[in-house]
């Protein structure tokens, strides 16, 4: 929470931290509330980086050159609207998050700046969200003029508020907030001294809208909700409701007895502070066995939370347990937080600092342009972390095996079948055989190497058909091998002592639609065709892509070798509106003698790549099965879907290791695990809210047996029942 508005005094800063950690008796929870838009899950490709004031010509080279092809999901930028200057008090940080107008002018470049950052991220696949300062406008100490010429005073700002539009809550002697623990104080109190929005108002909330809105019309793709918590639930509904397409949304909710996160959780996902103490401490102190249990300690569950291990409150507020002052500690830390499972990783990038209140790298109060290493700390292009991200989108959607921790400072765990990873906080090396769970294969340790082209510049892990592996891991460094960094090999199935086969054709064929499709904001990417199973043409049967590699959508559909079809590729937004391709249908008859052939085109453009053929023998055996599932589901607001089975890798029956699914194709919720090859099992899906509260479907069990031979991937749709 951004709580700046003139220097504060350490005491001030002791008070707001521990009123945020109070326990307050006697709350009791708000009403739920009828949805009023649909969260937009980030998917697959979901690592968040916070660039920190950095300023829009910086962030968009950074998009090109680094955070494009290393696989980050989005940037979250510094406020972009006008704001306060403060040239007597040295031009502090936080100056930023005090709005004096809703211009995208601001001392890191004006709207065309802005505008050229998003459409130059999103061409490198990545996305922009804005850390949104909705609760309140500037203090009392401020009054002149701002970054874009704009004057005003504490409470009048022209053609935008006037008095009447902020609270005036008559307490305390100075209208601040002193009783955290008083719901009623929180929202309607003013923040230290910022100036409150009277966010009840239909006025306020319509300006509020038409500044989100107009972000929205520049490409942006979501908003961290600066001070979330001292906003209404239903404030925040419906100015939310009023919002164009489907933007993702996380909100910053500091957790305390009156005001647990899981009350904002139906509107989206809300930033977990927790994370930051936990993962914080135990990479510091060096006890990192009972990581393994990270979820049991977080107040939200893993589909609700963004997790991140500081960010630019906590540095400077005393509660972050490492920041980039603590170096390598800091980094493995961060590359936890990408190969652990829970939540949505948010990873700061700072600029240096020894005085809280300093402002970035800067001349006569315009930020300086970025170059790492002159006052920009730039953590997130450490190897230790960067590479991560990779890893981190490989092995989204599998579960935790084969964990072990030998000794407290030591920890080492696979995903699946797709990755594995060790971390050492011993000085000393760490030389031990792992049980891997990964295809036999030499793989670069993308943890201190860089992986291109199927080289490494490093260190490499070799895999055993038995998958494990002997290695050293040097004192206070990481490990990290997943299949997508492979040097050498690739897996290797073993096939059951018996007569050879005597055909190499599969009856189904895994066909894979590849589609470079530029969206906006809101729309996904279907392909429709011809027959049954690309939904007869019918739009509302069409086969959901994934934007995991976006602009590059995928889709895997297994059909009969030998079928023809027509097809074409549409978008769908959130509204049901539909863009057709308006180039002729597209036709393909799937091959024969092959188990997967892939088809990669563009939108509408005729044609394409030739089709990449796979043929795998009748008889070759999977090493492990990925799992596609699908349900039709509707829900309520703040409910997500899961599903939860029989074996390991579906939860054990357990609804707090439940496997999400994501609500990009609603009502249609979809997922991907990594299963055990021939292997039978039984599963339901289920619903669960903000509160932990479990909706399971009716009985009887569903169930279904893995493949032992190629292809090597089983599909299920199903409805809820």
Known sequence: MTTRTRPLAAAALSLLLAAALAVIAGWQPAPRLTPAKADANPGSHDVIVHLFQWPWNSVASECTN?????????????????????????YPWWQDYQPVSYQLI??????????????TCHAAGVKIYVDAVINHMAGGASTGTGSAGSTYSHYNYPNLYSSADFHHCGRNGSDDIVNWGDRWEVF??????????????????GKLTAYLNDLISVGVDGFRVDAAKHIPVADLQAIYGGLTGNPYIYQEVIEDTAFPPTEYAGLGDV?????????GNAFRDANLSNLNNLASQMALGSGDAVNFVDNHDTQRNGRARLTYKDGQTHALAAAFSLAYPYGTPALMSSFTFSNNEAGPPSTNGTTNQVVCGSGWECEHRKTTV?????????????????????????????????????????????????STGLPAGTYCNIAVANFSGGTCSGATVTVSSSG???????????????????????????TSAGPSPTSTACSSVAVTFESNT????????????????????????AVAMSSASYPVWRATVNLPAGTSFEYKYIKKDGSGNVTWESIGNRSHTVPTGV????????????????????????????????????????????????????????????????VALSSASYPVWTGSVSLPAGTSFTYKYIKKDGSGNVTWESDPNRSATTPTTAPCTVSLSDTWR
């Open 386 to 434: 960067a590479n991560l991200v990779g890893f981190h989108n490989a092995v989204t959607g599998t579960a935790v095996t084969n964990w072990t921790s030998p000794a407290a400072n030591r920890i080492a765990f696979g995903r699946g079948a797709t990755g594995f990873a060790a971390f050492n906080r011993d000085s000393a090396t760490w030389s031990t055989t792992f």
């Open 188 to 205: 309607n109190c003013e923040l230290v001294d910022l100036s409150d929005l009277a966010t009840e108002t239909s006025y306020v909330r």
């Open 518 to 541: 530029t969206t906006t904001t809101g729309q996904n990417v279907y392909v429709a065709g011809s027959i049954a199973a690309l939904g007869s043409w019918n739009t509302a049967s």
């Open 271 to 279: 930033t977990e502070f927790r994370y930051g103490d936990v993962v």
């Open 595 to 658: 188990c997967a052939v892939t088809y990669s085109e563009t939108w509408n453009t005729v044609g394409g790549t030739s089709p990449s053929p796979s043929a795998s023998p009748t008889g070759s055996t999977c090493s492990a099965v990925t799992g596609a599932f699908a349900v039709n589901a509707t829900t309520v607001w703040g409910q997500n879907v899961y599903v939860v089975g029989s074996i390991a890798a579906l939860g054990s029956w357990s609804t707090g290791s439940a």
């Open 468 to 494: 494990q592996a002997t290695v050293s891991v040097a004192g206070n460094t990481a490990l990290a091998i997943h299949t997508g960094a492979m040097v050498t090999g690739s897996p290797s199935p073993t």
């Open 106 to 119: 601001s001392r890191r470049g004006d709207r065309a700046a802005f505008a050229n950052m998003v459409s």
């Open 66 to 90: 680094v955070l494009g092809p290393k696989g980050f999901g989005a940037v979250q930028v510094s406020p972009p609207q006008e704001h306060v200057v403060l040239s007597g008090s040295g």
